[in-house]
């Protein structure tokens, strides 16, 4: 089956910690995208890769990092500068970045508590 | 003004109703639109896309796009109470490439 795969689907990290969520997607999409939900708020964009080695800032880069050293992988690091990491993270990809087809198609997130 | 609005709700419409959602933008270069449902605890899952002037039907599914009036609505014929969910507005503007701009969402509930 195709789709988009992230891990794990709970996450609990002490303040302080670096922690990376997997996001693997095997539908043959060259952009891959990185949002945060907080309760009762939309989605704000953190990173997005239109190919592989390449990725730009989204809204909310601050905190973050990302790496795209294959097309079917997209992890993202939440760091200990991350000030409000607590979320619900999802990943996303499209078939491609600017050739008018904008579909995107989401994951099944993962849900971080830092305490 | 926010780029991308939507009632937060909730609307709360009886099964079997019409449940009208609306969602207002901004940037007038905006060109692709689209509807996600999102359950309680769930991700998004994408349920229309509309990119020119007019109505696009899938179903039950019926949405609605007037760039003119910057304004693109989601019809849900016979709401069942299965509809019961967040609906996101996301729009994308041709100078923003791939990218989508979401609204708040708005949550329906459809009452048995």
């Known amino acids: 089956d195709g789709g988009i795969t992230q891990s794990p689907k709970y996450l609990f990290r002490k303040e302080g910690q670096n922690v990376t969520l997997s996001c693997e997607q095997n539908?043959?999409?060259?952009?891959m995208y990185w949002y945060r939900q907080d309760p009762g708020q939309g989605l704000r964009l953190i990173y997005y890769s239109q190919i592989v080695n390449d990725f730009q800032k989204g809204d909310i880069a601050e905190g973050y990092s990302v790496s795209r050293e294959k097309k079917e992988s997209f992890p993202l690091t939440v760091t200990s500068a991350q000030k409000n990491p607590t979320a619900f993270y999802l990943c996303?990809?499209?078939?491609?970045f600017g050739r008018g087809n904008y579909e995107q198609y989401f994951g099944p997130g993962t849900r971080l508590t830092v305490t | 003004q926010k780029e991308v609005e939507q009632n937060s709700g909730p609307l709360s419409v009886p099964e079997g109703a019409i449940a009208s959602l609306n969602c207002t933008y901004s940037d007038r270069g905006s060109q692709s639109f689209f509807w996600y449902r999102q359950y309680s605890g769930k991700s998004p899952e994408l349920i229309m896309s509309i990119y020119s002037n007019g109505d696009k039907e899938d179903g039950r599914f019926t949405a609605q796009l007037n760039k003119a009036s910057q304004y693109v609505s989601l019809l849900i014929r016979d709401s069942q109470p299965s509809d019961s969910a967040t609906y996101l507005c996301a729009v994308n503007t041709y100078n923003q490439g791939g990218k989508l701009i979401f609204g708040q969402g708005t949550e329906l509930s459809v009452k048995p």
């Open positions: 996303a990809s499209s078939i491609g």
């Open positions: 539908l043959n999409h060259d952009a």
